[in-house]
């Protein structure tokens, strides 16, 4: 065999196998899509403190969180905001008087327009009673899933004079999945603001 023979034939035997690693996926390279990552949560340890202020309720909340008066342009006397700053979350507190049944009813009626306006983002909303007779303390808790602007929302009354509404809301785009560990965390303090909420008066 000659020079230019063999040369040839080697030429031919390189292509081959540059052929057949390119078939085969020579390297190994995965380029499939990777699921996204989110960085890791350090929570705080939990401990609660007494907000009492100059409003006819108290309930106990997160020494991480701050209540300062809601700014918004038509707020009133005890509308306040529970900051939750290491999550960029807020939970809206707006308390109004009862000063009638039809006002009463109208407050019910808002608030569960409140928490059903998600139902084209909710992937479902489940309604939970709340009572507490021994203070006078009723109410429904909406826990909303999906990807909706607020994940959880409740109202509280006494039937005849008071009424308080919650609602929980994060800056962040919602994304259930990068939140729903802030979520299930700030939802154990909304269980005991609840539990521990009472009436002045």
Same mark, same amino acid.
């Given at each position: ?118 139902? /084209? ?60 560990? /802030? ?19």
């Amino acid at each position: 065999m000659g020079n230019m023979e063999r040369t040839y034939y080697m030429n031919r035997l390189v292509y081959c196998l540059v052929i057949a690693c390119i078939l085969a996926g020579c390297g190994n390279h995965d380029y499939s899509p990777k699921p996204r990552g989110y960085f890791r949560i350090d929570f705080p340890e939990k401990a609660y403190q007494d907000y009492t202020g100059g409003c006819p309720f108290t309930f106990k909340y997160p020494t991480y969180a701050e209540i300062v008066p809601d700014d918004y342009r038509i707020s009133k006397p005890c509308w306040v905001n529970m900051e939750f700053p290491q999550f960029k979350g807020t939970l809206h507190l707006s308390y109004e008087d009862i000063p009638s049944k039809a006002i009463f009813d109208s407050l019910i009626e808002h608030s569960h327009e409140f928490a059903f306006k998600h139902t /084209v983002k909710a992937t479902s909303i489940e309604e939970q009673k709340l009572q507490y007779p021994e203070k006078k303390v009723y109410g429904i808790y909406y826990i909303i899933d999906g990807n909706t602007a607020s994940s959880a929302q409740f109202f509280l009354t006494d039937s005849t004079k008071h009424f308080i509404r919650a609602s929980l809301y994060f800056k962040n785009k919602p994304q259930i999945d990068s939140i729903q560990p /802030v979520l299930n965390f700030i939802k154990k303090d909304m269980d005991v603001m609840i539990k521990t909420f009472k009436w002045k008066n």
